[in-house]
């Protein structure tokens, strides 16, 4: 079977295994979580690499060095998914190394250093709308206050962690690796739109996330006069309007409000209290920043001319990451070896390198996606640009085995 075909295969058994009926839906320490690491862990043994899962649910499969005291390249992307998901955001990051590793096996090259394969447990910041806890767990940089954060359920990351969890140390220490690269798919329309299967990525736009309340005065639908409302649905609508406005105005920035939660919830009701998300984002941590504040000012002069208070609670809070020239360049070799040319393209998704890039240096190679489309259950990268980021990822080992 072509090496893509077999990567294809597993993409798709994998992206059967969900938390939903008829979608895919994968969050943090969730029966599909489970199921997904064993899964992916069965493959991982296949391919001849001693498994294990740490204390925050990671899948990480080690590949050792034929030298003695070699050090260790990280490969890997996250295995949870948002909801309703395409099968290839995070999982292609994690199954790719494993084909690429067999392709090797099979070529009998043999590697220097060692290589873990990461299925990271956490990424999208679904569950417990703060990201990334899967590579701070695996980098050491979870926080006790990320332990206090409860989903919809009022379940805590602490009590899912279990009482005997602590903080963990990070899983390598700086001296001991050679740099993490992660596959994915571009999310994006660029690729597409210039004809080419695959890039790299020079660097990954800042990201902040927060949980707006806003609290006015519940009321009945048919008897409270409009001049005398406080309706806390009106004014998180006209807030969500005019961050959509600011984003609009200013170039290279993206505000979105993506999941919002109404109470008391009922037709006939005036909103006494709305709670919603924001997700801002730009490659420059200044304009980001400077948006920022001035979304904070209409959001007091939103409530303020409507009777309302308004509550922020920052849930994440990432700045822009550059990717490393040196390991960008390695791998841009193999892109053009592969490809023939290469691209560099700054990634407005959010990616678990951000959180490893304070471990290590980080590259990325992102894949076409057809119409630039993710989060979404037609999200699709084609076999054919598939095998090619396949081919960039054996050429790139086999060129760090003979350099190192
Ligand atoms: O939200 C993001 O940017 C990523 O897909 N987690
Ligand atoms: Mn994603
Ligand atoms: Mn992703």
């Not at 058994?13 to 939903?20: C, I, M």
């Not at 990070?170 to 993490?180: E, I, N």
Request: hydrophobic residues 45%.
């Amino acid at each position: 079977m072509a090496d893509e075909k077999k990567l294809v295969r597993m993409l798709d058994a994998l992206g059967r295994v969900s938390d939903e009926t008829g979608k895919l839906t994968r969050t943090f320490h969730s029966p599909a979580m489970q199921r997904a690491n064993a899964l992916v862990g069965g493959w991982m043994r296949e391919a001849g690499l001693a498994v294990r899962e740490d204390a925050v649910g990671n899948l990480i499969g080690r590949h050792p060095g034929a030298k003695a005291g070699a050090k260790t390249l990280l490969l890997g992307s996250h295995l949870d998914t948002v909801r309703d998901a395409g099968r290839f955001d995070g999982p292609l990051g994690v199954l790719l190394p494993i084909v690429a590793l067999e392709i090797l096996k099979k070529r009998g090259v043999v590697l220097p250093f060692a290589v873990e394969v990461l299925g990271f447990a956490e990424e999208e910041g679904v569950r417990f709308a703060s990201a990334y806890l899967g590579s701070e767990g695996f980098t050491g940089r979870l926080k006790a206050k990320t332990l206090a954060l409860r989903d919809s359920d009022g379940v805590s990351v602490g009590e899912l962690l279990g009482k005997k969890f602590t903080l963990p140390k990070p899983a390598h220490r700086r001296g001991d690796l050679l740099g993490y690269v992660e596959v994915h798919i571009e999310q994006g329309p660029v690729l597409e739109a210039k004809g080419l299967a695959v890039g790299v990525v020079s660097a990954i736009a800042g990201q902040s996330r927060f949980r707006l309340t806003w609290t006015g005065k519940a009321g009945h639908a048919g008897t409270t006069p409009m001049a005398l409302r406080r309706d806390a649905l009106a004014g998180a609508a006209e807030f969500a309007l005019a961050a959509e406005k600011l984003a609009r105005g200013t170039a290279g920035l993206v505000a979105t409000v993506g999941a919002m939660t109404v109470s008391p919830g009922a037709a006939n009701v005036i909103p006494g209290q709305v709670v919603h998300t924001l997700d801002v984002r730009h490659a420059s941590d200044v304009v980001r920043r400077k948006a920022l504040l001035a979304l904070g000012r209409s959001a007091a002069a939103i409530a303020s001319k409507r009777g309302l208070t308004v509550r922020w609670q920052r849930t994440q809070d990432n700045g822009a990451v550059a990717c490393s020239p040196d390991l960008t360049a390695r791998l841009e070799r193999s892109v053009k070896a592969v490809q023939g040319r290469s691209l560099k393209l700054v990634s407005g998704a959010g990616h678990d390198g951000v959180v490893v890039s304070q471990l290590t240096p980080v590259a990325m190679l992102f894949v076409r996606c057809r119409d630039g489309l993710s989060h979404h259950p037609d999200e699709h990268a084609a076999p054919r640009d598939l095998a090619v980021a396949l081919r960039v990822m054996v050429d790139f080992l086999e060129r760090l085995a003979h350099s190192s």
